[in-house]
């Protein structure tokens, strides 16, 4: 379980403060397929990067398996980063390296025997489906085959969560669809518990139980994703829904529970 208590972020910049993240609480429960949605700026990105402590808090704490990590350093740092995978937008693969040594590299930090590693590799790359592309480089994949290696990747140290940032955002809508069902069946089959950040609501649709919908820096909205879908609390979540402020009225006269687009 990973909980967030009164996490609040400001950055120093050269035009002064600025404050992307302002109280959030959250707890991301295991097995949950998270969504984290918001407009460009909403401090998605931010968030998430709080959990595995490639930022820290200004104010507020960061908790896992009820061990809080906010203070973490050295060891416990890499062993923390080490049992959380992540994969972003632009795939971050190294292009120098095939397809099998990119899978291998967490890997080779933990110095584990080069053989077991390689067989590992495979392993990992047969569960996303591109053993064939073991001897590739990234530049010869498409941009769906890029972000199954990036997850292989992300699974090489067994995590327990798995951190998305925006990881569909650069695929067309039927590769989407094909990594979401990839990342959906970690989840379920793998038992690893999911962060997945988006600005796109179908994609979150698609596959999270639940949802948090942040704006300005502010979690303005959270629910299963039912409950956020069909009944939208907030102004900002019924914009994203395409619900325009007079329509979200009329379902209020009404009072309707088919709103929406279901
Ligand atoms: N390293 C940084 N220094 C200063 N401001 C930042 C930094 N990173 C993000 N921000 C600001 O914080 C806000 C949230 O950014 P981000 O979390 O990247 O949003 P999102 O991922 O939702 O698009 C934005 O206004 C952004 O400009
Ligand atoms: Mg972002």
């Not at 595995?52 to 923390?80: A, H, M, S, W, Y």
């Not at 990839?182 to 989840?187: H, K, P, R, S, T």
């Amino acid at each position: 379980m990973i909980e967030l208590k009164d996490v609040g972020k400001v950055y120093n910049a050269s035009d002064g403060d600025h404050r992307a993240l302002d109280h959030i609480n959250l707890t991301i429960a295991d097995g949950d397929m998270f969504g984290i949605i918001g407009e460009s700026g909403a401090g998605k990105s931010t968030l998430v990067r709080h959990l595995n402590l490639l930022e820290r808090p200004t104010e507020g704490r960061v908790i896992i398996d009820g061990v809080d990590i906010t203070d973490f350093q050295g060891k416990e740092l890499r062993e923390l980063r080490a049992s959380i995978g992540m994969i972003f937008q632009n795939f971050s693969l190294f292009q120098q390296r095939t397809v099998l040594q990119n899978v291998m590299f967490p890997l080779e930090i933990r110095r584990e025997p080069k053989a077991q590693n390689a067989e590992r590799a495979h392993e990992l790359l047969r569960l996303v489906n591109l053993d064939d592309k073991a001897k590739r480089y990234p530049s010869e994949l498409s941009g769906g085959q890029k972000q199954r290696v990036a997850s292989a990747r992300a699974l090489a140290n067994n995590p327990r969560y798995m951190l998305c940032d925006e990881a569909t955002s650069a695929l067309d809508s039927r590769t989407t669809m094909q990594v979401l069902d990839l990342l959906a069946d970690i989840n379920a089959n793998l038992g690893v518990t999911m962060v997945l950040i988006t600005h796109s609501l179908a994609v979150a649709r698609r596959v999270c139980n639940r949802i948090a919908v942040i704006d300005s820096g502010h979690i303005v909205e959270e629910g299963t994703t039912d409950e956020v879908f069909t009944n939208p609390q907030s102004e900002v979540t019924r914009e994203l829904l395409g619900w325009g402020s007079d329509s979200a009225s009329d379902r209020a006269d009404g009072g309707d529970s088919e709103g929406g687009e279901r």
